[in-house]
C-alpha cells in the first residue's frame, strides 16, 4: 500500500542508507558484467579471427540490447513494481552472462550478450523512477549522483577483472569470474533495497494499453526532455567509443603498451565515482543546466588532451573526459523524471537511456570504423564534434533551473 503523507528518505536515515546501497549494488550487478568485455576485445578479436569493429559489437550488441528494452521494462515496472522488476533483469542477465563465456563464436556470443542487454535493461530503465519516487525531491539529484557512482565502480571492477585474468589465462575465464560477482552484488541489492512506499503497481492497468502510449507520448512531446535524451545519445556513444578502441590505439605502434598495463587505464572510472554525486551536489547549489554545461567542457577538454600523443597525457585526458562524462550523465539521468509528469515519471528515464544505449550501441561501433579508416586524432575529432552538439542542444533548449527545484 502506498504511503500519499511519505514525504521520501532523507539522508541521514537507515532507509535512505539501504535504498542508496542498493541500488550502488544493482548497479554493480549490472554495468560489470555489460563492459566487462570491453577489457578483452583485443584478445577477443584475436580468438575469434574478427577485427577490432567486429569485436566490440560485443559490447553494442549488449547495450543495443539495454536499449531495446528500457521502455518495455519501464511498462512491467509498472504493473508488477520496481523491485520486482529489477529483481528479475538482474537474475536472468546474471544467468546469461554465465553461459556467454562458453559461446563457440562470434555469433553465438552476440546472441547471448544481445538476450543479456535485454535482461540487464531493467535496471536503467527503473532504477531512477523508483529512485525519484521514493527520495525527498530535495534529495533527488544527489541520491541519482551516489547511483551513478554504483554504475562507475561496476564497470570499473568488471574491465579490473576480466582484463588481468583476460591476458594472463583466458578472457573467458575473465568474463565468468565477473558474472559471479554480479550474482553476489544481485542478492545485495534484494536484501537492502526497500520497500516502494510511494507507488501503487498496476494503478494504470484499467488503461493498460492507451495508457502506456499516452504516457510515452507525453515523455516524448517535451522539448527539454527531448534535448535530455540528446545529451545521453551523443555523450553515451562518444565515451563507450572511446574506451573500445583506446585499447587498440595504445597495444599498437608507436606505443606498443602491454595489455595488463592498458587494462589499468580503465582506473580513470574512479574519476566518474568522485564527479557522478559532486555533479548531483552542485546541481542542488548551481543549478543542473550550469552543471551540465561544465561538464560537457570538462569532458571536451579531455577529449582534447588524447590527442596529444604521450601515454601520460592521454592518461590525464582519459581521467578528466571520465570524470566529465559522468558528471553530465549524473545531471541528464536524474533531471529527466523529474521534468516528466507523474504518470510518465518511469517512461521519461526509460527514453532518455534508450537514446543513451542506442548512442552507445550505433557509435560504439560506428567510430570503429573512423577509427580503423583515418586513424586515432580523426576519431577523437569527431568525438569533440559530438560534445559540441551537446553543448549546443543543452545551451539552447534547456533553460536554466532553479538552485533546488526540478523544472529547468
Known amino acids: 500500500m502506498s504511503a500519499p503523507d511519505f514525504a521520501g528518505h532523507v539522508p541521514g536515515s537507515s532507509s535512505y542508507r539501504r535504498l542508496i546501497a542498493g541500488l550502488f549494488f544493482a548497479g554493480v550487478a549490472t554495468f560489470a558484467q555489460l563492459y566487462s568485455l570491453q577489457a578483452v576485445l583485443p584478445e577477443v578479436s584475436t580468438d575469434l579471427g574478427v577485427p577490432p569493429a567486429t569485436a566490440a559489437l560485443t559490447v553494442s550488441a549488449a547495450t543495443l540490447g539495454i536499449a531495446t528494452a528500457v521502455v518495455p521494462w519501464s511498462m512491467v515496472a509498472d504493473r508488477i513494481g520496481r523491485i520486482p522488476a529489477m529483481a528479475i533483469g538482474i537474475i536472468s542477465a546474471t544467468a546469461l552472462g554465465l553461459a556467454a563465456p562458453f559461446s563457440g563464436g562470434i555469433e553465438m556470443l552476440l546472441a547471448l550478450r544481445l538476450a543479456e542487454g535485454l535482461a540487464l535493461g531493467a535496471v536503467p530503465a527503473v532504477a531512477l523512477a523508483y529512485l525519484s519516487e521514493e527520495v525527498h525531491i530535495r534529495y533527488v539529484a544527489a541520491a541519482a549522483g551516489s547511483y551513478t557512482a554504483g554504475t562507475t565502480v561496476g564497470g570499473l571492477s568488471g574491465r579490473l577483472i576480466a582484463g588481468p585474468l583476460g591476458e594472463a589465462f583466458d578472457w573467458r575465464l575473465g568474463a565468468g569470474l565477473v558474472t ?11 536484501w537492502l533495497a526497500p520497500r516502494a512506499r510511494r507507488f501503487i503497481p498496476g494503478r494504470h492497468r484499467a488503461d493498460a494499453g492507451p495508457g502506456m502510449l499516452t504516457r510515452l507520448a507525453r515523455a516524448l512531446r517535451a522539448p527539454q ?3 535530455l535524451y540528446g545529451q545521453g545519445f551523443l555523450l553515451m556513444g562518444a565515451f563507450v567509443a572511446v574506451y573500445n578502441y583506446l585499447g587498440f590505439h595504445l597495444i599498437g605502434p608507436p606505443f606498443l603498451l602491454p595489455v595488463w598495463l592498458v587494462t589499468l587505464l580503465f582506473l ?9 554525486p559532486w555533479a548531483g551536489s552542485l546541481a542542488s547549489r548551481f543549478g543542473r543546466r550550469r552543471v551540465l554545461l561544465t561538464a560537457i567542457g570538462v569532458f571536451g577538454a579531455g577529449a582534447a588532451l588524447m590527442l596529444v600523443p604521450q601515454p601520460i597525457v592521454i592518461l590525464a585526458g582519459l581521467v578528466i573526459f571520465t570524470g566529465g562524462f559522468f558528471g553530465a550523465h549524473a545531471i541528464s539521468s536524474s533531471w529527466a523524471p523529474v521534468l516528466a509528469d507523474a504518470d ?26 573512423v577509427f580503423g579508416t583515418v586513424g586515432w586524432n580523426w576519431f577523437l575529432l569527431t568525438v569533440l564534434a559530438m560534445a559540441g552538439l551537446a553543448v ?16 529547468p
Not at 580513470?268 to 557522478?276: D, E, H, N, Q
Open 180 to 190: 559471479v560477482l554480479c550474482a553476489i552484488a544481485a542478492a545485495g541489492f534484494l
Open 225 to 227: 526532455l527531448l534535448a
Open 268 to 276: 580513470a572510472y574512479l574519476a566518474g565515482t568522485v564527479s557522478s
Open 344 to 369: 510518465s515519471r518511469a517512461q521519461a528515464p526509460s527514453l532518455y537511456y534508450f537514446a543513451y544505449y542506442a548512442g552507445s550501441s550505433l557509435f560504439g561501433w560506428a567510430l570503429g570504423i
Open 392 to 407: 549546443v542542444i543543452a545551451m539552447t533548449v534547456l533553460r536554466p533551473a532553479a538552485r533546488t527545484g526540478g523544472r
